[in-house]
């Protein structure tokens, strides 16, 4: 079975402080891919990353990275120095070899951006 | 359009009642998945089409859960004697060939209230 746990609820944070959302998932499957989306108030789900099982490399889009560690099954993202429009739900997931057609989201974590 | 179209944004039915979501997915996307997203909480999987076939119907709650791809591009999630515990955003996303080699990217959703 699948499973992503997104522990944190909500952060809030003001303007340029940095911000790391956790996500921890679970799968028994050695290859598999994990999602990060973005959700604004709008509620459309914005595609962010996609990564591979096998590409362990942290990766950084402007002032986005973020951290994949397959020892402690975490998928960590960070946002640096925060912006008001970064203010959204935050949603992590996994899809894997058995269910490809199928992403197993997280509860999301509410980010909150105070000018 | 540019990216995938829902309709109607908002629907109110009487429980009881039949309701009908409709999705435009991007044009030549082989790949369509219907999520249902209740409040605060993250979206969670419906079924999966590839082209005019419905290849994962698991998600779907009861047989009162009906979704159909008649040509291979637009789809119709349809709801029969709707309950309280249907109200929901739905949401419906494509992407241009499986999941696997691809990301998903969704349209802004249906809200169903049932009241």
């Known amino acids: 079975a699948q499973k992503v746990t997104q522990a944190q609820t909500e952060i809030s944070v003001v303007e340029k402080e940095d911000v790391t959302l956790d996500c921890v998932y679970e799968?028994?499957?050695?290859?598999?891919?994990l999602f990060w989306y973005k959700q604004p108030p709008s509620g459309e789900l914005v595609f962010l990353i996609r990564?591979?099982?096998?590409?362990?490399q942290n990766e950084i889009s402007g002032r986005y990275s973020w951290n994949f560690q397959k020892s402690t099954s975490s998928f960590n993202f960070t946002i640096t120095a925060s912006q008001v429009v970064d203010s959204a739900v935050y949603f992590c997931a996994l899809s894997t070899t058995d269910s490809w057609g199928k992403l197993q989201f997280g509860a999301g974590t509410q980010v909150v951006v105070t000018p | 359009g540019a990216g995938v179209s829902q309709s109607p944004r908002y629907k109110v039915a009487k429980r009881g009642q039949d309701v009908a979501l409709r999705c435009d997915p991007i044009?030549?996307?082989?790949?369509l998945f219907w999520y249902q997203q209740a409040l605060g909480q993250g979206p969670e999987f419906l079924t999966y089409?590839?082209?005019?076939?419905?290849?994962?119907k698991s998600g779907l709650p009861s047989d009162r859960f009906f979704a159909e791809r008649p040509e291979g591009s637009v789809s119709t999630l349809k709801i029969q004697r709707t309950q309280q515990e249907d109200s929901a955003v739905y949401l419906c996303?494509?992407?241009?060939?499986?999941?696997?080699?691809?990301?998903?990217?969704f349209g802004q959703g249906t809200r169903l209230t049932v009241v």
């Open positions: 996303a494509s992407s241009l060939i499986p999941l696997e080699n691809t990301e998903a990217f």
């Open positions: 089409f590839q082209n005019e076939a419905q290849l994962d």
């Open positions: 799968t028994r499957d050695t290859t598999y891919y």
């Open positions: 044009s030549g996307h082989v790949s």
């Open positions: 990564r591979n099982s096998f590409d362990e």
